[in-house]
């Protein structure tokens, strides 16, 4: 099945520049571009794209405000919404997340994150720029009380999903997961997919605030079962 996008930024370079990243996909083709944000809900309500990549500033209105249009809560039959900016502020990323995207990337995280989440979010599946999540989620938990030891409390998870889900909290996407864990790509989303149906979360940001909320961000010893690979010595 081919993934239709639509891309709505102001900038012409920029949705030049992601239609030819895009549309080299043989499974990801990209059906409108709008330049602001009314043209973008005009679209987005015409096409009903499988994805929507949305710049922040924009004429008209914001990225923001066609996020929670299109995707928000109460929203009927919500599109997919991904946030790409250049703007790393956090305020923008809670804004956008709570206004239902369900993802959120820097423009300069590259062509094999930009791909990667157009196919997450078509899943259904959330992706967040992995310096945005870590420093998002230690901020949303930094007010937690202090947890008891890795452990010492019950939860679902076996070792290897646990492992697997605190490499997903780091910002680690599925294949860097796999080469660290060294176990193969499949088994990396069969591992995070049980422990979305165990944990009755929706996807892997949810997964990863289970994990920063419970305490298992904390640096425990490395459960066994899973040989990680060492970085080599020197610069």
């Known amino acids: 099945m081919t993934l239709r996008v639509l891309l709505a930024d102001d900038q012409r370079m920029v949705r030049t520049g992601f239609r030819y990243i895009l549309d080299a996909e043989p499974d990801i083709e990209v059906v409108a571009e709008a330049d602001d944000g009314i043209e973008a809900l005009r679209l987005a309500e015409h096409h009903r794209p499988d994805v929507c990549l949305l710049d922040i500033r924009m004429p008209g209105i914001t990225g923001l405000d066609v996020t929670r249009r299109l995707a928000g809560p109460g929203v009927p039959d919500p599109l997919r919404v991904i946030v790409v900016t250049t703007f790393d502020l956090d ?10 995207a369900v993802g959120f990337l820097l423009k300069d995280a590259g062509p094999t994150m930009l791909i990667e989440a157009v196919r997450a979010a078509a899943r259904g599946e959330a992706m967040v720029s992995p310096q945005i999540t870590v420093r998002l989620l230690r901020h949303f938990t930094s007010h937690r009380a202090r947890p008891p030891l890795l452990g010492s409390g019950p939860h679902p998870l076996s070792e290897r999903e646990l492992t697997t889900v ?3 909290a780091e910002g680690l996407t599925n294949a860097e997961i796999a080469e660290r864990l060294y176990i193969s790509l499949g088994t990396v989303k069969k591992h995070l997919a049980a422990a979305q149906l165990k944990l009755d979360v929706r996807n892997r940001v949810e997964l990863a605030a289970w994990a920063y909320r419970h305490g298992h961000m904390d640096e425990p010893p490395r459960p066994p079962g899973f040989p990680l690979r060492r970085r080599p010595a020197g610069p």
């Open 91 to 100: 305020e923008y990323v809670h804004e956008a997340l709570h206004g239902g």
């Open 166 to 168: 605190r490499a997903a």
